[in-house]
């Protein structure tokens, strides 16, 4: 080994952090800069933060996959390997959208690693916390996420709204964590009380987010999700274009997924019987036009 001189393997990091979709790593440091990886599948949307949030410099060179830049009216810029980019402070967040998996060479200022390793580690907590609670809830939050990203970005929606959709379809159950299990796993019918409690979970899971600064769009997203486009849900009683748009998407995939999901107290119906009960109930307990881009997102993604 040459004296003052070290040597990294792929795989070796100093620190690690990931979950399914989404993996950093930090390779080095020394002063004032960072060297991270971060490796991300496609599909996902993720932002830079704004000068307001943190400030320094970052540098961001594409290794392979490809992203596209978000670029307002004056159209979205595609990223390919060996492109970069780099600043010393956003006035505003940037958004990215993953076209495909992609791996990414990051220099930055500390503690920009640690921002995001905290961020993805209070994130994977809160998941944890409600996949223990629920059995059911880790396949379905991820199949949420996935279809609701798909819904969004049919109907147009920007990236702000859509990495506050990502983090709200993933984690809109996460109030039941406070729901006693003495209700969330009972077999027979609800009482009237048991009801009124099982009905809070929206506003708790709310409460929950709005302690993670990151996650406070997501919490309008969670707290609105069983409201009804007809304003018969809970638990504000909203109506139509009140509700937010990521609540409106959730409601819908949401519903979706538990009818065409095998569970004990009902059989799954199949893919053509849940379209017919979703455009039956649009413009009541749906958004019509939500269902019809959610109906054409699983015909074209073969979902079953």
């Known amino acids: 080994m040459v004296k003052g001189l070290s040597i990294g393997r792929r795989g070796d990091a ?14 080095a440091g020394s002063g004032a800069l960072e060297v991270t990886r ?8 993720f932002n ?13 060179y594409l290794l392979s996959g490809s992203l596209t830049l978000e670029n307002g009216t004056r159209g979205d810029i595609a990223l ?19 076209e ?7 220099v930055c200022t500390p503690p920009s690693f640690h921002l995001i390793r905290d961020d993805m580690q209070e994130m994977m907590a809160l998941a944890r916390s409600v996949e223990e609670k629920d059995r059911y809830t880790e396949g379905h939050c991820s199949r949420l996420e996935r279809l609701a990203i798909l819904t969004g970005e049919r109907l147009g929606l920007p990236g702000e709204e859509l990495v506050a959709l990502s983090y709200g379809a993933y984690l809109h159950d996460i109030g039941k964590i406070r729901v ?14 048991e009801w009124e409690e099982m009905r809070r979970h929206p506003g708790y899971g709310a409460e929950l987010l709005m302690e993670k600064d990151f996650l406070r769009d997501a919490a309008e997203i969670v707290r609105a999700h069983h409201e009804r486009y007809d304003g018969s849900g809970y638990p504000q009683g909203l109506r139509g274009e009140e509700i937010p748009i990521g609540a409106r998407v959730i409601a819908v995939v949401d519903t979706y997924d538990a009818m065409t999901s095998e569970r004990p107290y009902e059989p799954a119906l ?7 009960e979703l455009r039956k109930h649009a413009g009541a307990q749906f958004d019509p036009r939500v269902v019809r881009a959610f109906v054409e997102v699983i015909g074209e993604n073969g979902e079953e």
Not at 48 to 60: K, N, V
């Open 270 to 276: 199949s893919k053509r019987e849940a379209i017919e």
């Open 80 to 98: 390919s390997p060996g492109d970069y980019i780099y600043h010393s402070g956003l006035p505003e967040k940037a958004y990215f959208r993953v």
């Open 100 to 106: 495909s998996d992609v791996e990414m060479l990051m």
């Open 38 to 45: 971060q490796r991300i599948e496609a599909g996902k949307h």
């Open 180 to 193: 006693p299990d003495a209700i969330l796993n009972k077999d027979a019918d609800l009482s009237d009380e």
């Open 14 to 27: 100093r620190d690690v952090v990931g979950k399914r979709s989404t993996t950093l790593e930090l390779l």
């Open 48 to 60: 830079l933060y704004a000068t307001d949030e943190w400030s320094g410099f970052e540098f961001i």
